[in-house]
C-alpha cells in the first residue's frame, strides 16, 4: 500500500542508437586521445600533475578509468543527457535526437525467458533529419493522434513526430521517418515544443481547454490551434500515402495557421507553459482596471476570456502573460506572400519586353533559395512576475489540473507557483538540475462513491504528486501536493531521463471520448544503463491528512489478509494467528467488518479458525466502551458466532448414532405399509423407468460436504435473534435442506435433537419444513431404495417439525385448512418428482389425521367430528398423486431407437392443472408420437385386445430372445397404457385421446412435411374417433390450418405445368418433394372423404358430452382438442364434395403422371367455388357442363384407367416391402382405382360405361385377359365393346400369323385357306398397337368366342367374328398336332 517503482517495457538496441547519435563524436575522441598519447611520448607532466590535483581528484580520475575499461562502450556515460527525447504518452514511440540525427523507436511485443509477453521499444527509423545548411534540432515532441473510427477504444491511430530546429523551422515527421509539413514561424532558434490536449472538466465551473502546441523562442510565442494541426496532419498524411502508391511527387500542402506574440519587458526566456483560457471573476476584473486606470476607469460589463502564458527565465525569475482572445488574427503570412509574389511576378514579366528588365536565371534561383517572410509577432506586455536578478530559471512543468507548476533555477532550487494568484507557495532546495514531472491519482472505488447518507453517488477524488528527479543524488521523490510530505522515494541511477509530457492524444473532444478508456502513462523513467522504461504507482490514501493514514494502514492490513487467504497451503494455526492479529489491529469499524467478511467467505478457512478468530473480536469489541463500537459490527460478530455454533452443532449430530425410540409414532404409521404395499409395483417400475444412467459433476453431488462459508452465505441472523434461511437458488436451497435432514431421514442422525438444534437456533418452521421438503424430493432415487425406512423416517421427522413453536397454530380450527399442512401439499403439488411427493403426502396424510385425532380428544369431541375439511383436502392429493405416479410412469418408458424421441415430459399435479381438461391427453398423445406407436396398434391397446402370438408362432421363435425381451416390454407398455386409461377414464377416452393423437401428428408432419408418415397417422387416428361431432369439427381445423395452403400451391403448380411436376418444382412451391406431395394428395382425399362422412352422419348421432374425473375437476387452462372441435361450425357438403374431387383429381394425376390441367377441369363457378372456407355456402356449378368440358374430363379418366392398367402389370412397380408402413393410396396398383374412377365419372357428368369398356380393352391390350373377363361383366353397351374388341383380336392374329419371327407351317397354310377379305383386314390390323401382341392362343380363342356372344346375328361384322373363331379353332388345332 506505498509507492512502488515497476518496469512496464525495455529498449532494445540502445547501444546502436547511442554510437549512432554520437559517431562524430567517437572519432574525435580518438583522434584526441592518439594525440594525448603522443604529447605524453614527449612530456612528462606528472610533478604539474601532482602539484594541482588533490587526493579526491585522483580517486575520482582512477574509477572513471576503471570504469571506462571495464565498459568500453561507454555506455554509463552521461551521454543521453546530450540528447533531446520525447516519449509519446502512450509509451508506443520514443525519439532520441542529437544535432542533425535522430532515431525512432516503436513498440513491440515479445516472450520473455518467463515466457509471458514483454513489450520493448526497438528502432524502427534512424537518420537525418535536417534540410537547412547548419541547423541542428533543439526540441522533439511526438504527438499521439485520436482514431476517427467507431469501433477506437482510446488506441492512438498513428503518432506525428515534431522538430523544432535552430534555423526557426518546426517540422512534422511520421513514424517512418516522413515529412509531412515544414513551417519557418519565425528566425530565432526553437527553444522549446510544448502541446495541450483536450482535458473532459471534473467540474461544472471549470473552462473547457481547447487542444494547442505551442513553439517558444527566445523573444516570441506561437501557438497552433490543435484542431486546424490534427485536420492538416492527416490530410498531408494521406497525400503521402496517395502519392507513394502512385509513384508521384507530393503536392506541397498548405500553411499552417498561427499566432504569434511577441513577449516583452523579459530579459531571457528559456521555457514556457500556455495554461490556457481563463475568465477572472468580477472582483479581479475591477481590481484589474482601478489599478491600471486609476479612480475613473471603465469596467465591461463581462470579463474577457483571456489566454495565460508563464515563462521562466531571468528579469525576472518568472513571468505572466495574458493574452485577450479576439486581438490577434491568425497569421496567413505564407497565402499572402504567395498571392503577392504571383502578382508580382506577372506583372515583372509583362513590362519586362519594354522595360527591358530582364533577370538572369542565376539570379531567380538565388530569390527562390531565400527564406520565406516570415510575420513580425503582436507585442504582449508583460502583467507581472516574480523579480529576482540573482536566481535564473531553468524550466517549467505544468500540472494537469493547470493551476500549479514547479519551477526549477540555477540555485538548485524547486520552486512551487500557484499560477492563479501568481504567487510562490513552496520551495524545495538541493535539486540542483532537477527534472520534474506530474502524476494525478483517481480514487479508488469505495464506500464513498455509494454513501448511502447521499442521495447520489458522490464524485471520485483526484490527488495530485509532484515528482522531482535529483541526478546529482540519483534518487527519485514523490511529494503530495500543495504542502503534503514526502510519501516515496526510490534510489535510481545517475544519468536517468525523467520523461513527463503533459497531455494525452490529439483529435479528442467531448463526444468522441465517451466510452475511451485511454492508456497513457503520465511519468515514465527511462534509465540508459539497462534500457529500462519505469513508471510509478502512488495509492490514492497516500495524499489523506495524518488522522486519515490510520485507514491507509487499516488498508495495508486488509491487503495482507486478503493475500495471506489466497495462499493454498497454510498451516491453519498459523492462519488463525495471523487472522487474528491483523483483526484486533485494524482501527476503522467498516474496513474491520470487511476483514471479517473476507475471512468468513474463505473456503480453505476451518471452521474451528473461524469460530476463534471471530471469538476473538467479539470479546476485543465488548471489553471496548459502548461508545466506540460501532453495532452493525459487534452484531456481526454475535451473529456469526451463533452460526457458526449451529453449523458445528449439526456436524456432530451427523456423527452421532440415531438411538431414539420411535415407538410413539407407531400407531399413527399403521396402514401405510399396506398403502406402500399398494403402490408399490407401480413405485417400482417407476424406479426401473427414472434409473437411468447419467453424467454429472463430483461438485454437483448431493453428497457433497456442506462447507461453513457456504452455511453462513445462506443463513441470516436478524437483530431479534431469529435465523433467517436466505433462497438464493435451488441447488443451494438443496444442498443446505440435505446438510440439516438427511442424515435424519437415513437413520443416522437423532431426529428430535436435530428439530430441538434448529428450533433454539431460531429458525422458523415453516423454513425447516420447506428445506426437508426439498431435500426428500431432490433424493428420490434414493429414497426408491428404501421406501419403508425413509418413510418411517420422514414421518418422525414431520411429527417433530409439526410439533415445534409456531408451526401448527393452537387456534387452528380442524374444520378448516392448515397452512402447515397446506405448505406440505402445495409443494408435492408443485413438484415433478412423482414417487417422492406421494410418498410424503401419504406420510402427511397419516400426521395430519393424528394431529386432527389428538385435538378432537382433546377438545372431547365424538368421532364424527374428527373428519375435516383438510382431511378430504389429504385424500384428493394422494390419488391425483397416485395418478400422476402411474402417468409419469408411463411417459418414462423409453422410446424405439431411430424415432424421433424428444425430451421426457415432466408432469405434475400443477402442470397438469394448468394444461386445461386436454393436458393428460396431451401428454400421452406425445408419448405415443415419440413411440412411433402405429394407431392399429393403440386402438387394439384401447379396446384391451392386444393380440398375443400363439404357441407356434413362439416354437418358431425359440431362438429369438432378443423377440421375447422386445414382446415382453411391449405388454409391459401396453398394461401401463391400460393402467392409465383406467384412471383417467374420461380424460382418456379413446375419442379424446385419438384427437389429440391426431392433432400432434399433424402438428409434427407441418414441422417436417417431408415425412408423409405423420400426416397419414393422423388420418388413422382421425378415422378412429368414433363421434361424427368431433370427427367434423377437427378435420375442418386440420384442413384451414395445416392442409389447404399447401394445397391451393400443389393445385396451381399443376395448372401452370400442365402436368404432374418435378421434385424442384414441388420443393418450389409446395415445400415438399414430388413422392410427398403424392402422399399428401392421398391423405388430402382421405381427409375429406371422412369430412363429409362425419358431415352426413351427424343427425343420427347426439353430440357427446364431454367430462372430467372428479378429482381433476379444477383444472383450469386451454380447452382441449375434442372442445375446440365441437366448437365448430358445420360444413357445406357440396362445397366439401367439390375440394374432394380436386384432390381425387391432383392425387390420380400424381400417381399416374397424367398431363392434364386439374382447374381447367371445372367451369368458371367450379374455379371461384375452390380453396374457400368449408364453413360458407358457395354458388356451385349445376345442370349440364359444356360437352368441351366433358370430353376432357373423359380424356383424362381414360388415361387414369390406361395408367392403371399398366401400372398393375409393371414389374418395376413393386408393391412396398412388409416392414414398411403402407401410405394411403398404396401406390398406383390399388384395386380401386377403377371404381373411383367410376365413381368420378358419374359425378363430372361422363358415362360411366364408356370407362368401362376402356377399361376392358386396356386391359385385353395389356394381356389381362381374366381381369378383362371379370370387368365385362360390368359393361352394358356390349355391341359397341364387341366392335373394339373385334379390332384388338384381329391385332393380335395378324401379329401371330404376319408379324411373328417364330412363324410355323401350319400358320402359313392356315393362312393360305383364309377367305380373301378376311385376309386383307388381317393385313390391314397394325399389331404395333398391343402393349402385350404375345398372347397365348387359348385366351385369343375365349376372345373370340365371347365375340361371337356379344356382337348380334345382324351387325355388319357378326361374320368376320365366325371366320376369326374358326381360323382360331384351326390354328389351335394346327398347332396341338
Known amino acids: 500500500m506505498s509507492c512502488s517503482l515497476f518496469e512496464f517495457c525495455r529498449l532494445q538496441e540502445l547501444k546502436t542508437v547511442r554510437d549512432f547519435l554520437f559517431q562524430n563524436q567517437s572519432k574525435e575522441l580518438v583522434e584526441e586521445k592518439t594525440q594525448t598519447a603522443e604529447n605524453e611520448l614527449s612530456w612528462d607532466t606528472s610533478d604539474w600533475d601532482s602539484g594541482w590535483d588533490n587526493e579526491e581528484n585522483k580517486e575520482e580520475d582512477s574509477a572513471s578509468s576503471t570504469k571506462a575499461e571495464e565498459e568500453p562502450s561507454g555506455q554509463n556515460q552521461p551521454w543521453l543527457q546530450d540528447c533531446v527525447v520525447s516519449l509519446s504518452p502512450c509509451a508506443d514511440l520514443l525519439v532520441v535526437a542529437r544535432e542533425q540525427k535522430a532515431a525512432f523507436l516503436s513498440?513491440?511485443?515479445?516472450?520473455?525467458?518467463?515466457?509471458?509477453?514483454?513489450?520493448?521499444?526497438?528502432?524502427?527509423?534512424?537518420?537525418?533529419?535536417?534540410?537547412?545548411?547548419?541547423?541542428?534540432?533543439?526540441?522533439?515532441?511526438?504527438?499521439?493522434?485520436?482514431?476517427?473510427?467507431?469501433?477506437?477504444?482510446?488506441?492512438?491511430?498513428?503518432?506525428?513526430?515534431?522538430?523544432?530546429?535552430?534555423?526557426?523551422?518546426?517540422?512534422?515527421?511520421?513514424e517512418s521517418g516522413v515529412l509531412l509539413l515544414a513551417q519557418l514561424l519565425h528566425v530565432d532558434p526553437v527553444l522549446r515544443l510544448k502541446c495541450r490536449t483536450y482535458e473532459i472538466p471534473r467540474h461544472p465551473g471549470v473552462t473547457e481547454q481547447h487542444e494547442e502546441l505551442s513553439i517558444l523562442y527566445p523573444v516570441a510565442l506561437v501557438t497552433i490551434d490543435g484542431f486546424s494541426l490534427f485536420q492538416s496532419l492527416r490530410a498531408c498524411r494521406n497525400q503521402v500515402a496517395r502519392a507513394a502508391a502512385a509513384g508521384s511527387d507530393v503536392v506541397p500542402p498548405p500553411p499552417l495557421a498561427y499566432k504569434k506574440w511577441g513577449l516583452q519587458e523579459m530579459d531571457t526566456i528559456v521555457d514556457h507553459s500556455s495554461v490556457g483560457v481563463m475568465t477572472l471573476c468580477v472582483f479581479d476584473q475591477m481590481k484589474n482596471a482601478s489599478i491600471l486606470g486609476g479612480f475613473n476607469a471603465s469596467v465591461k460589463g463581462s470579463p474577457p476570456a483571456m489566454s495565460q502564458f508563464v515563462t521562466v527565465g531571468t528579469g525576472p525569475y518568472a513571468g505572466f502573460y495574458y493574452a485577450v482572445e479576439g486581438n490577434s488574427q491568425p497569421l496567413l503570412s505564407h497565402v499572402a506572400l504567395a498571392v503577392a509574389s504571383k502578382l508580382t511576378s506577372a506583372l515583372f514579366n509583362a513590362a519586362s519586353g519594354w522595360l527591358g528588365w530582364n533577370k538572369s536565371k542565376n539570379e531567380e534561383e538565388a530569390a527562390q533559395k531565400q527564406k520565406p517572410k516570415v510575420e513580425p509577432a503582436t507585442p504582449l506586455g508583460i502583467r507581472f512576475g516574480l523579480p529576482d536578478s540573482r536566481r535564473h530559471g531553468e524550466s517549467i512543468c505544468l500540472s494537469p489540473c493547470n493551476t500549479l507548476a514547479g519551477v526549477t533555477d540555477d540555485f538548485g532550487r524547486v520552486t512551487l507557483l500557484d499560477l492563479a494568484r501568481g504567487v510562490a507557495i513552496r520551495m524545495w532546495k538541493g535539486y540542483r538540475d532537477a527534472q520534474l514531472g506530474w502524476l494525478q491519482v483517481q480514487e479508488e472505488r469505495g464506500d464513498r462513491e455509494f454513501s448511502p447518507s447521499a442521495s447520489l453517488p458522490l464524485p471520485r477524488r483526484h490527488a495530485l504528486f509532484l515528482i522531482i528527479y535529483a541526478p546529482r543524488r540519483g534518487i527519485l521523490e514523490v511529494w503530495a501536493m500543495q504542502r503534503g510530505p514526502r510519501v516515496g522515494a526510490f534510489t535510481v541511477g545517475k544519468h536517468c531521463r525523467l520523461l513527463y509530457a503533459g497531455y494525452h492524444l490529439m483529435g479528442v473532444n467531448s463526444v468522441t471520448s465517451q466510452g475511451w478508456q485511454l492508456h497513457t502513462q503520465q511519468v515514465c523513467l527511462l534509465d540508459p544503463t539497462t534500457g529500462a522504461l519505469r513508471t510509478i504507482n502512488i495509492p490514492f490514501h497516500l495524499a489523506l491528512s495524518d488522522k486519515k493514514n490510520e485507514r491507509a494502514r487499516d488498508m495495508h492490513l486488509l491487503k495482507r489478509l486478503s493475500a495471506l487467504l489466497k495462499s493454498r497451503d497454510m498451516d491453519p494455526d498459523f492462519l488463525e494467528r495471523e487472522a487474528k492479529s491483523v483483526l484486533l489491529e485494524i482501527k476503522h469499524p467498516a474496513i474491520k467488518k470487511q476483514a471479517l467478511e473476507s475471512l468468513l467467505s474463505n473456503r480453505n478457512a476451518p471452521v474451528s479458525c473461524l469460530t476463534n478468530v471471530t471469538s476473538a473480536l467479539h470479546d476485543a469489541l465488548k471489553q471496548q466502551d459502548a461508545d466506540e463500537v460501532e453495532a452493525s459490527l459487534l452484531q456481526l460478530c454475535s451473529s456469526q458466532l451463533k452460526l457458526l455454533q449451529l453449523y458445528s452443532d449439526i456436524q456432530q449430530l451427523q456423527s452421532a448414532a440415531d438411538t431414539e425410540a420411535c415407538s410413539a409414532n407407531q400407531d399413527s404409521l399403521e396402514g401405510i405399509e399396506e398403502e406402500l404395499s399398494r403402490v408399490g409395483p407401480t413405485l417400482q417400475r417407476y424406479a426401473q423407468l427414472s434409473s437411468k444412467p447419467s453424467v454429472s459433476f463430483a461438485q454437483d453431488s448431493p453428497d457433497t460436504p456442506l462447507s461453513a462459508q457456504a452455511f453462513l452465505t445462506q443463513l441470516e441472523c436478524a437483530e431479534d435473534g431469529e435465523v433467517k434461511v436466505n433462497r438464493r437458488s435451488d441447488a443451494e436451497w438443496n444442498q443446505l435442506g440435505n446438510f440439516m435432514f438427511w442424515g435424519c431421514l437415513c437413520g443416522k442422525s437423532p431426529t428430535h435433537k436435530v428439530c430441538d438444534t434448529l428450533q433454539l437456533a431460531g429458525i422458523s418452521p415453516q423454513q425447516l419444513l420447506s428445506l426437508l421438503m426439498s431435500v426428500w424430493l431432490q433424493r428420490e432415487k434414493e429414497v426408491l431404495q428404501k421406501p419403508v425406512e425413509t418413510v418411517r423416517n420422514l414421518h418422525t421427522l414431520l411429527i417433530a417439525l409439526s410439533n415445534l413453536d409456531g408451526a401448527v397454530e393452537e387456534s387452528w380450527d380442524p374444520q378448516s385448512v392448515s397452512p402447515w399442512w397446506q405448505q406440505v401439499r402445495f409443494t408435492c403439488i408443485q413438484s415433478h418428482n412423482a414417487a417422492a411427493a406421494l410418498l410424503a403426502a401419504l406420510v402427511a396424510h397419516r400426521a395430519a389425521k393424528a394431529s386432527i385425532t389428538s385435538r378432537a380428544d382433546s377438545k372431547l369431541q365424538s368421532e364424527w367430528e374428527a373428519v375435516s375439511l383438510e382431511l378430504e383436502q389429504w385424500v384428493v392429493c394422494v390419488r391425483q398423486l397416485e395418478d400422476v405416479l402411474v402417468l409419469q410412469a408411463l411417459l418414462l418408458v423409453p422410446s424405439p431407437q431411430g424415432t424421433a424421441g424428444g425430451a421426457v415430459v415432466q408432469c405434475s399435479i400443477k402442470t397438469l392443472q394448468e394444461g386445461g381438461r386436454g393436458g393428460i391427453a396431451d401428454s400421452v398423445s406425445k408419448w405415443v408420437f415419440r413411440q412411433n406407436m402405429a394407431p392399429e396398434r393403440l386402438k387394439k391397446m384401447l379396446q384391451r385386445k392386444e393380440t398375443q402370438d400363439t404357441g407356434d408362432q413362439k416354437e418358431k421363435k425359440e431362438d429369438g430372445e432378443e423377440t421375447e425381451k422386445c414382446q415382453e416390454e411391449a405388454d409391459r407398455t401396453a398394461e401401463l397404457l391400460l393402467a392409465v386409461c383406467q384412471r383417467f377414464p374420461d380424460s382418456l377416452s379413446p375419442d379424446l385421446l385419438f384427437s389429440h393423437c391426431c392433432w400432434e401428428y399433424v402438428v409434427q408432419w407441418n414441422k417436417d412435411p417431408e415425412e408423409g408418415r405423420y400426416l397419414f397417422f393422423a388420418v388413422e387416428h382421425l378415422k378412429s374417433i368414433t363421434s361424427p361431432h368431433i370427427q367434423l369439427g377437427i378435420s375442418t381445423m386440420m384442413w384451414s390450418t395445416f392442409i389447404v395452403k399447401r394445397f391451393s400451391a400443389a393445385a396451381f403448380l399443376m395448372e401452370k405445368v400442365g402436368k404432374a411436376p418435378k421434385d424442384r418444382l414441388c420443393r418450389r412451391d409446395v415445400g415438399i418433394g414430388d413422392k410427398a406431395m403424392t402422399s399428401f394428395l392421398g391423405c388430402c382425399v382421405q381427409l375429406l372423404q371422412i369430412l363429409m362422412e362425419a358431415d352426413s352422419a351427424m343427425e343420427e348421432i347426439p353430440t357427446p358430452e364431454l367430462s372430467v374425473e372428479e378429482v381433476w375437476s379444477g383444472a383450469e387452462g386451454p380447452a382441449s382438442i375434442a372442445e375446440l372441435a365441437l366448437e365448430q361450425r358445420g360444413v357445406h357438403y357440396p362445397l366439401v364434395q367439390h375440394h374432394w374431387l380436386l384432390a381425387l383429381l391432383l392425387h390420380a394425376a400424381m400417381s399416374f403422371s397424367v398431363k392434364v390441367k386439374p382447374l381447367s377441369l371445372f367451369d368458371s363457378k367450379g374455379k371461384n367455388a375452390f380453396f374457400r372456407d368449408l364453413t360458407t355456402i358457395q354458388l356451385m356449378p349445376s345442370g349440364d357442363m359444356d360437352p368441351g368440358l366433358v370430353s376432357l374430363r373423359q380424356e383424362f379418366l381414360l388415361r387414369v384407367l390406361t395408367g392403371w392398367v399398366q401400372a398393375i402389370d409393371d414389374p418395376s412397380c413393386s408393391s412396398p416391402a412388409p416392414a414398411s408402413t403402407s401410405l394411403p393410396s398404396d401406390g398406383p396398383k390399388a384395386d380401386w382405382w377403377p371404381s373411383l374412377c367410376m365413381d368420378l365419372g358419374s359425378l363430372l357428368q361422363v358415362n360411366p360405361d364408356i370407362l368401362r369398356r376402356h377399361l376392358v380393352c386396356e386391359l385385353y391390350n395389356q394381356g389381362l385377359d381374366l381381369r378383362a373377363e371379370e370387368a365385362i361383366l360390368q359393361v352394358e353397351d356390349k355391341e359397341v365393346l364387341g366392335s373394339h374388341l373385334l379390332v384388338l383380336t384381329g391385332q393380335r392374329l395378324s401379329y401371330s400369323l404376319l408379324h411373328n419371327q417364330n412363324q410355323t407351317q401350319a400358320a402359313m397354310e392356315l393362312l393360305a385357306r383364309l377367305p380373301p377379305t378376311l385376309c386383307t383386314w388381317l393385313k390391314a390390323m397394325d399389331p404395333s398397337e398391343l402393349r402385350c401382341p404375345l398372347v397365348s392362343l387359348s385366351k385369343t380363342t375365349r376372345l373370340v368366342s365371347r365375340?361371337?356372344?356379344?356382337?348380334?346375328?345382324?351387325?355388319?361384322?357378326?361374320?368376320?367374328?365366325?371366320?376369326?373363331?374358326?381360323?382360331?379353332?384351326?390354328?389351335?388345332?394346327?398347332?396341338?398336332?
Not at 1348 to 1373: G, I, K, R
Open 107 to 174: 513498440a513491440k511485443w515479445r516472450t520473455g525467458d518467463s515466457g509471458r509477453e514483454e513489450m520493448t521499444l526497438a528502432v524502427t527509423w534512424s537518420g537525418h533529419l535536417s534540410t537547412e545548411e547548419g541547423e541542428s534540432v533543439s526540441s522533439v515532441i511526438a504527438i499521439p493522434l485520436a482514431s476517427q473510427k467507431r469501433s477506437s477504444t482510446g488506441r492512438p491511430d498513428w503518432t506525428c513526430i515534431v522538430v523544432g530546429f535552430t534555423s526557426g523551422y518546426v517540422r512534422f515527421y511520421t
Open 1347 to 1377: 365375340l361371337v356372344e356379344m356382337l348380334p346375328e345382324n351387325h355388319a361384322q357378326y361374320s368376320l367374328a365366325l371366320h376369326l373363331l374358326e381360323a382360331v379353332d384351326v390354328l389351335s388345332l394346327s398347332t396341338e398336332d
